[in-house]
């Protein structure tokens, strides 16, 4: 029994050996017969995007061994960790994740990239299909930028991230773009509004009503607020407001079969007096939430108008949910209790 037991490990060690040296072999060979070579290795080893593995210590592969071919190229995939606020980073020794391929690797496809990256050309001078997984960035602003360049960076990097996230709803990926409609069928008409409103932007100064004091853009027909927040709301808001939106709102047209650009403000309406965040996204190292403007909002879904205001001018109030700093909230909820206001 012993000597069978020894004899068994010795034939699987070897199999072992001789898959990986096949492994070796096929990346000489042209791109075709490396891959009839390997569908069954890269089977056997689990070594495909996507893939379960552990982290390991000492090494960003864990337990992702092998090779996986792009275009003829080997790439050695790394395991990254599951969770959202860690997003790119190796899962830590013990730690389940998943095996994707590496930042600036060769790729085919969206979701063989690695969380918080996207399968896009490495350089437009570059032959079409050379593509590679490429960190979401549009740079920094220009220094000493004046609010109109600001505001036209902001414009640009919100549209983008936009296009991103609708881009990964359809193909796949894991760009860690976030959004209360995420997983809603109104999603894409949204994502489609967003940059039509961004095609341009303006710079407003809410120091009178931002406890924070900072600096807010609207986009260019008012329907959108993007603004810059602190990392730990960010993480807030990922880790426990997104989901129980999701899980707790209905983000479906109001009506059966109603089929209008304008279903995901009637949504907004009908389920919450929360602002739903349309997007949040981190950039270099910013975090930023994309909101709609209430009033503005309001009108969209009632009048279909952005600018109509058929209840006159709006009053607003920095009134945020329990656990931010909102020095407003206590005034603004007696005034609603008061006023015996029924939206």
């Known amino acids: ?26 990346g000489t060979l042209p791109a075709w017969a490396g891959r009839m070579l390997l569908d069954d290795v890269e089977h056997r080893g689990g070594t495909h995007p996507g893939a379960e593995c552990k982290g390991y210590p000492l090494t960003t592969s864990g337990s992702c061994n092998g090779f996986y071919f792009v275009r003829g190229q080997r790439v050695a995939l790394k395991c990254y960790s599951p969770t959202p606020e860690n997003i790119g980073a190796a899962a830590r020794r013990g730690e389940p994740g998943k095996c994707w391929i590496p930042e600036g690797e060769p790729c085919v496809l969206n979701r063989e990239c690695r969380p918080g990256t996207m399968c896009l050309l490495k350089d437009r001078a570059v032959r079409e299909g050379d593509h590679h997984c ?10 000493h930028a004046d609010s109109v360049a600001l505001a036209s960076h902001v414009a640009m990097v919100v549209s983008g991230m936009a296009r991103m996230l ?23 008409d ?4 967003i940059p039509v409103s961004f095609q341009n932007a303006q ?20 329907l959108f607020i993007a603004k810059r927040i602190r990392d730990g709301e960010y993480v807030n808001m990922q880790k426990h407001l ?3 939106m999701q899980r707790e709102f209905h983000l479906s047209c109001p009506e059966p079969g109603e089929i209008s650009p304008m279903c995901w403000a009637k949504v907004a309406l009908r389920e919450t007096l929360l602002n739903l965040p349309a997007l949040a996204f981190r950039h270099r190292d910013e975090c930023w939430v994309v909101l709609p403007v209430a009033a503005a909002l309001r009108s969209y879904a009632v009048t279909g108008s952005i600018e109509a205001k058929p209840w006159g001018k709006p009053r607003y109030y920095d009134v945020k949910p329990i656990g931010s700093n909102s020095p407003e909230r206590v005034g603004f909820l007696s005034e609603l209790r008061t006023s015996d206001f029924a939206p």
């Open 134 to 143: 490429s960190l979401l960035d549009w740079g920094r602003a220009p220094k």
């Open 190 to 193: 949204l994502l489609m509004q």
């Open 1 to 26: 029994l012993t000597l069978y037991v020894c004899s068994r490990a010795f034939v699987e060690m070897f199999m072992t050996l001789s898959l990986r040296s096949l492994v070796l072999v096929a």
């Open 166 to 188: 609708q881009s990964e709803l359809k193909n796949g990926g894991a760009t860690g773009i976030l959004s209360a409609f995420s997983e809603s069928p109104l999603a894409q």
């Open 242 to 244: 997104l989901g129980r």
């Open 203 to 222: 710079a407003h100064d809410h120091q009178a009503n931002s406890a924070s004091g900072a600096s807010f853009f609207h986009s260019g027909d008012g």
